[in-house]
Every structure is written in structure tokens, then in C-alpha cells.
């Protein structure tokens, strides 16, 4: 039984080695072992900053995100959504798309389960803007670096 885990690790790692091997961006696997398999699972790092719903930094639609979902403008961080830049959309030939659960870590208190439900526009790369409201100003213009970025 163990050969088999070992033969069956090494295919996957080679196979997955060679999706990504290609890929301009830097990803690291992570590897979980349990008793009958074993899961491979990549991140993506990203830069994550904040925005807050209102025509000056989004659109004339403002309380409405790019998948067509409606934001509660009085509280929106309670929605726990995050805009992608477009070069991480399956669309633009990343590997997410809207509706997708991301695991976020490396924000502090604010880490946790986001759902992917706006994207920013073309000219960032590689960077996730997390939805929080006007009235959360001690969060507005917060950045951090080196955040990893897991789909579930």
C-alpha cells in the first residue's frame, strides 16, 4: 500500500510539474497527506488591497459587482468578496473564476474565506482588492504584500 502512495505521489508532483512549469508566476505546492491519498494543493501570492463601493472607485454601478451581484453598501464587509485583477480569471487565462471560495491568509484579523465576485481593472496584476465599506475607515488605503491565496 505504501508503494502505491509513493508511485501515485511522484505521478501527481510530475504531472503538476508540468502544468505550472511554464507558468510566469511563482507557485508553490503544498502537499497533505491522509491515509489513502494524497492532495496537492497550490496558491497563488498576491499583493490585496481595499476598496469600498462608491462611483470614485468603481463605476457608474457602483452597488453592483462584475458577476451582477447586488453589494449592501451599508455594510459591505459582511459579504466577504474580493475583486481579482484579470490576469488571475480563467477568462484572461488564470485559474479562478466568480463564485469561487479562496482561502486568503497573510491579512491579519481580516483572513479567512472570501468569495471571488468583482474583477479590477486591466492595468493591475496579480492582485486581489478585498470589499469593505465607506464606513471602515481604518481600513481604507490598506495594503499588504506576500498574501496567499488558496482556492477551496
Known amino acids: 500500500m505504501k508503494t502505491i502512495i509513493t508511485i501515485t505521489f ?6 503538476h510539474s508540468i502544468t505550472i512549469g ?10 497533505i497527506y491522509n491515509r489513502k491519498y494524497v492532495h496537492i494543493r497550490d496558491y497563488t501570492i498576491v499583493k490585496a488591497t481595499v476598496y469600498y463601493p462608491e462611483a470614485a472607485q468603481c463605476d457608474s454601478t457602483f452597488w453592483q459587482t462584475a ?6 453598501t451599508t455594510n459591505a464587509i459582511k ?25 486568503i491568509e497573510g491579512i491579519g484579523r481580516l483572513s479567512g474565506i472570501f ?3 468583482d474583477c479590477m481593472n486591466r492595468r493591475f496584476k496579480n492582485r486581489i482588492d478585498l470589499l469593505v465599506g465607506k464606513q471602515n475607515k481604518h481600513l481604507h488605503y490598506k495594503s499588504w504584500n506576500k498574501v496567499k491565496m488558496t482556492k477551496l
Open 79 to 103: 459579504h466577504k468578496w474580493i475583486a481579482v485583477s484579470q490576469d488571475l480569471l480563467k477568462i484572461k487565462g488564470g485559474k479562478y473564476q466568480y463564485g469561487d471560495k479562496v482561502k
Open 22 to 31: 511554464a507558468s510566469h508566476k511563482s507557485k508553490k505546492l503544498k502537499v
Open 67 to 72: 458577476d451582477m451581484s447586488i453589494i449592501d
Open 115 to 117: 468569495t471571488i465576485r
Open 10 to 15: 511522484t505521478l501527481l508532483v510530475f504531472i
